[in-house]
């Protein structure tokens, strides 16, 4: 694999913005011994389980607790009369019951949790509760949810429908010379992130509790969890534990509520730990779509219009469903150009398991659409698929659909230009099948595909969106050294890394320790929207430069630009003026900095025109595919990817995000679906549920160009998320070209290839 | 639940006798998923790794004796020119790990419709030693899956070995997925010729209640293969004899594909298999 970074501002600082020193993390992963939140231990903890409902629509008519009560080694067996505080929790709408009351909405919804003190004894005691259902006709169909007669409510106090997004710009009957309509469908991905949810809550003499917890945001799960349990946030402290991936699914609490309940009623730890089976069951999933476009465009291949309606089924309960609605709609259309657009969105409640944040939601149901259709319009139009993209790319100064000024590089057409350079894909290690011998290129034809998306990166619509860090800097044992403490969330991403590289940029010092993160400090925000190195990463630089200011103010009368170096300052000529640890002197400089982005704006309700997001983040990819045509098998022989990050603050950590996400998106391309029938999952494993693997990855060209954010941090530009958004419709452009079959749902299977 | 290590074969089959919640434990490559997610709660483990017989295999006259407990990464190595249909089968069982625990007897313990060891067994005419307190049986292979997960072995038998002739003409083995490497069959089709007389054996995986073979195909390859000759092999000869192929099937649509897939991808299988190892066997 290569990667190539351009135009790069040299690290002046060893182990600084801009260079990629070794993750503290690292080796600890690769040889196991790093401690995930599973590994929690407490000497007299109990395990905790949950009883959930087999059924995705049904009433509760009988709960006998007596039978789980009465086997040995049980502490606690809670439902949700034994919620003290709010009972029902949710991240935009408070809408999902800590434990179902008298209904459950999908399969899967917790009913009673268990504490024992043993997690088999705790396992028994759930199958021991007797429970009797009376079962109904779960909704499953989002399109029928839609309409108040085809449907029943899921939620009896509310319509189906979770949010309508419009977008109206331009003229709304706009005709044009060349028409292409495409249906299409995404089917629901899961995270599937290998440690599963877990977490030990500990109760205190205070009356609180301490939990230790794999989150990804842990101040709004603190807000949550004292709601429900009706204590002040004070007394509910969270300690981040080793989080083992996330990719949004731990944006929604999972057993955050019940291990406390627990622990609090026991006076015991509790620990609970989810299964990989229950794993499935325990988070929220991609939304599935079904999206319906027409594109209009004159001779030459602009686009006249677009007019489309995207339908996103959001499952039980809301969670972060509205953001993934306003994604779908206000990125729609793609990195486009275009006059007239009618755009539709809108987020279902339905009795199938629930759907919420998932890298780089809304936009990636979305892109597989419009860049489906970019290629019936390079098709229709005898153009080449790149060329139609060219033609209608989105440049900085253009608006998007919602009227919104592109600011900032928007360098679409050079992405598309760059991966359309390289030289074509030699040939495959081995063909469609891997090592199971069903071809020697009987049927394999090759073909390659494009695919360019667009992310917004922050949070949007008006959110308060901010990052608190605290720095600290002092002497230890006589040597500058620096303390930085926030709540942000390492979930994988490097986070911890670039922390200490921008403190070390800033201040100048070496030695750089971070805090583990809990909410003792102020909200850092999620890790997730490819938001943490922009929000965090500006507050601990904000942090460090009001250091700085109080540091240098000690040097009164000198001027001049000074920098801090080496534990040295610095004049403009490199001069040495003072040493950091003299000017230091036993006093500690301590900063605690609340960051913010500039601010976004509410959508309006009827036009969708506000400027609501931050920053836009663009990524294109070329793969190329070997397809045995006669199987319906796939090989993807080579990906190409050109990414625009702003500023690469961690080469490989970036790089890493970009393989990372082009594997997810291949992985929605291919092969991973959770199939669904009336409601119920069908394949809650990873025998079932098939992630790529190294087989299926193919090497990859990585081109990161650098074109700063006049706004951000470095001129950084959140990365994690677009990888995952072009690689889908690349790949499965690629496939198309090999076979000329429509392909219009992800995951493609070989059935669609060959057509039976 | 006890976990019960005998180091002799006799012991292993007194304590199957004795205990019958005893569950016997090769590889653990099927057994602890099953325990981990909670499926099975056997009262005792039987641990049969440390039985050396089991894991020795040696040519017996004509056939070959391969203990139960040989792993996939033997096979494909120790194996792989006089079995190398069996050889094929196992370089495309799960990843290098899965392939140095799991074992042929553990294949045949799960009864798998969808176990890859199965449909080569089932292409060459291989024996199944069973054994207990009681003494030894050989079961023809076509006669030893009895449904999904079912076999003829007794609750108090073991798995001894599998009897096979070496290889006597080019063999195949070909399987579906919709990955590239660890992934569980969505159909397989093993093809061995046997060109001393004139027959042809087939082995069909994840197309049925159990692995079978296709009879009718088997037929009517061995009456159309020009023999004698070694004259190129007629296109619609292979043709034919895949739509054959296709049709002994009795496939399901699952979360792993659809029977009208699982038939069209038996049909190419078979098809492209006999017209390689023709083309082997003519040199
Ligand atoms: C990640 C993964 C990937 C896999 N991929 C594949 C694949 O691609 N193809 C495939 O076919 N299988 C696959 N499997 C399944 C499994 O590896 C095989 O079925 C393997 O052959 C089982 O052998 P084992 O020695 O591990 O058996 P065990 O798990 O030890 O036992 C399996 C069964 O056989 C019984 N048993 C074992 N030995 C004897 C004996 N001597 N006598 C009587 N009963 C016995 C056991 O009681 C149990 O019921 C996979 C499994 C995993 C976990």
């Known amino acids: 694999m290569s990667a190539t970074v351009h135009v790069g501002l040299a690290a002046t600082v060893t182990g600084g913005v801009g260079a990629s020193p070794l993750r503290p993390d690292g080796r600890l992963k690769v040889t196991g011994e790093f401690a995930f939140s599973s590994d929690l231990w407490a000497d007299d903890m ?47 709408h408070v809408d999902q019951p800590v434990l179902a009351a008298d209904e459950v909405r999908y399969q899967g919804e917790p009913i009673v949790v268990v504490a024992a003190d043993h997690p088999e004894t705790a396992r028994r005691a759930v199958k021991a509760i007797g429970i009797a259902y009376d079962v109904l006709d779960p909704v499953t169909d989002p399109e029928a949810a839609l309409h108040a007669d ?27 010379a060349v028409v292409v309509t495409g249906e299409y469908e995404v089917g629901m991905q899961d995270q599937a992130f290998l440690g599963p949810e877990s977490g030990l809550a500990v109760p205190a003499d205070d009356g609180g509790v301490d939990l230790y917890i ?11 969890v004292a709601a429900c349990l009706d204590l002040p946030a004070d007394k509910v402290r969270l300690t981040l534990a080793g989080v083992g991936g996330a990719f949004g699914a731990r944006e929604d609490l999972s057993m955050q509520v019940h291990a406390c309940l627990l622990a609090l009623r026991t006076g015991r730890p509790v620990k609970m730990v989810y299964g990989r089976e229950e794993s499935f069951f325990g988070h929220v999933h991609r939304h599935p779509a079904r999206l319906r476009y027409e594109h209009g465009a004159d001779a030459d291949g602009r686009l006249v219009y677009v007019k489309a309606r995207i339908l996103l089924d959001g499952g039980a309960y809301a969670s972060s469903s509205g953001a993934v609605v306003a994604n779908a709609a206000t990125l729609g259309i793609g990195p486009y150009d275009v006059p007239n657009v009618v755009m539709d969105a809108y987020g279902l409640y339905t009795n199938n398991p629930p759907c919420g944040a998932m890298r780089g939601f809304g936009a990636v149901q979305a892109c597989f659409a419009y860049e489906s259709q970019m290629d019936k319009l390079a098709a229709a139009l005898g153009l080449d698929p790149v060329e139609v993209r060219v033609r209608n790319a989105l440049h900085t100064g ?41 071809t020697r290129g009987e049927g394999v034809v090759r073909g390659v595909g494009y695919g360019i998306g667009i992310k917004n990166v922050c949070f949007s619509e008006g959110f308060d969106d901010y990052a608190t860090a605290r720095v600290r800097l002092e002497l230890i044992g006589g040597r500058p050294a620096v303390l930085v403490h926030t709540a942000a969330a390492e979930v994988g991403q490097g986070l911890v890394t670039v922390q200490a590289q921008i403190v070390r940029t800033e201040l100048g010092v070496d030695q750089v320790t971070i805090a583990p993160a809990d909410t003792a400090v102020g909200s850092a925000g999620s890790s997730s929207a490819s938001r943490q190195t922009y929000m965090t990463g500006g507050a601990v630089r904000a942090a460090c430069q009001a250091i700085r200011t109080r540091l240098l103010d000690r040097l009164d009368g000198l001027a001049g630009e000074l920098r801090l170096v080496d534990g040295q300052v610095r004049d403009a000529d490199g001069g040495t003026v003072a040493d950091v640890a003299e000017l230091l002197g036993d006093e500690a400089i301590e900063e605690t900095v609340q960051w913010r982005h500039r601010p976004t704006h509410p959508l309006d309700p009827e036009t969708g025109q506000g400027d609501a997001h931050v920053q836009y983040a663009f990524a294109a990819h070329r793969a190329t595919v070997d397809v045995d045509t006669e199987l319906g098998l796939v090989k993807v022989v080579e990906i190409v990817t050109a990414q625009d990050v702003g500023k690469a603050v961690n080469p490989a950590a970036v790089t890493g995000q ?47 160009l650098e074109l700063a954010d ?38 493609v299977r070989p059935e669609h290839i060959v057509g039976v | 639940m006890d976990f019960i290590t005998p180091s002799t074969w006799a012991d292993a089959l007194a304590i199957r006798a004795d205990r019958p919640d005893a569950v016997p434990l090769a590889g653990g490559t099927d057994v602890m998923v099953e325990l981990n997610f909670h499926r ?54 799960g990843s290098p790990q899965i392939r140095n625990r799991g074992t042929l007897g553990g294949n045949l313990g799960s009864a798998s419709p969808a176990g890859d060891g199965h449909p080569p067994l089932l292409a060459a005419d291989a024996q199944v030693e069973l054994a207990s307190v009681r003494g030894t049986r050989l079961v023809p292979i076509g006669e030893f899956f009895t449904g999904p997960k079912h076999s003829v072995l007794a609750p108090d038998e073991l798995i001894a070995a599998v009897w096979v002739r070496p290889a006597d003409g080019p063999e195949q083995f070909s ?14 089709f093993a093809l061995a010729l046997h060109p001393g007389r004139r027959a042809v054996g087939t082995g069909i995986g994840s197309a049925a209640p159990t692995p079978r073979r296709a009879a009718e195909a088997e037929l009517f390859a061995a009456g159309q293969l020009p023999w004698d000759t070694l004259a190129a092999l007629d296109p619609d000869v292979a043709r034919r004899f895949g739509e054959l192929v296709a049709a002994s099937a009795a496939p399901i649509d699952d979360v792993r594909g659809t029977a009208a897939y699982r038939r069209h991808a038996l049909a190419v299988l078979a098809q492209r298999t006999l017209t390689w190892a023709w083309r082997d066997l003519c040199g």
Do not use: C
């Open chain 1, 658 to 704: 970009i393989h990372g996400g082009t594997a997810q998106g291949l992985g929605l391309a291919l092969m991973e679906e959770i199939q669904l029938v009336d409601g119920k999952v069908r394949n809650p494993s990873f025998t079932d549920y098939l992630l790529p693997t190294i087989m299926d990855m193919p090497p990859m060209t990585v081109d990161v």
């Open chain 1, 214 to 224: 794999a989150t990804q945001w842990l101040h709004v799960d603190q807000q949550q």
């Open chain 1, 710 to 747: 006049p706004h951000s941090p470095y001129g950084l530009r959140g990365v994690g998320e677009p990888p995952t958004i072009s690689s889908t419709p690349a790949v499965v452009a690629a496939i198309r070209a090999a076979t000329g079959a429509a392909l219009t749902r992800v995951p």
């Open chain 2, 175 to 188: 399987k579906i997925g919709t990955r590239n490497a660890m992934v569980i069959a969505v159909s397989s």
């Open chain 2, 40 to 93: 099975r709660r056997p009262g005792v483990l039987l641990d049969l790794t440390r039985i050396g017989d089991l894991t020795t295999w040696a040519q017996d006259g004509e056939l070959l004796r391969v203990g139960a407990g040989v792993s996939y990464t033997r096979l494909i190595e120790e194996l792989g020119d006089r079995l190398p249909g069996l050889a094929m089968a196992a370089r495309t069982v």
């Open chain 1, 150 to 176: 085809r449907a029943p409510r899921v939620h009896a106090d509310r319509p189906n429908l979770l949010r309508h997004v419009p977008i109206r710009r331009g003229d709304p009957h706009a005709a044009a």
């Open chain 1, 398 to 438: 253009d608006r998007m659909p919602t009227g919104q000024l592109v600011e900032g590089p928007a360098p679409v057409a050079e992405l598309l230009r760059l991966v359309q350079s390289k030289p074509p894909a030699g040939a495959a290690d081995f063909p469609p099948g891997g090592t199971a011998n069903t």
């Open chain 1, 46 to 92: 109990l395990w905790g389980a949950t009883l959930r409902s087999p059924h995705p629509r049904a009433r509760i008519t009988e709960l006998d607790l007596g039978p789980a009560l009465r086997i040995p080694g049980v502490y606690a067996v809670l439902t949700h009369e034994d919620v003290p505080g709010r009972r029902l929790y949710g991240l935009e």
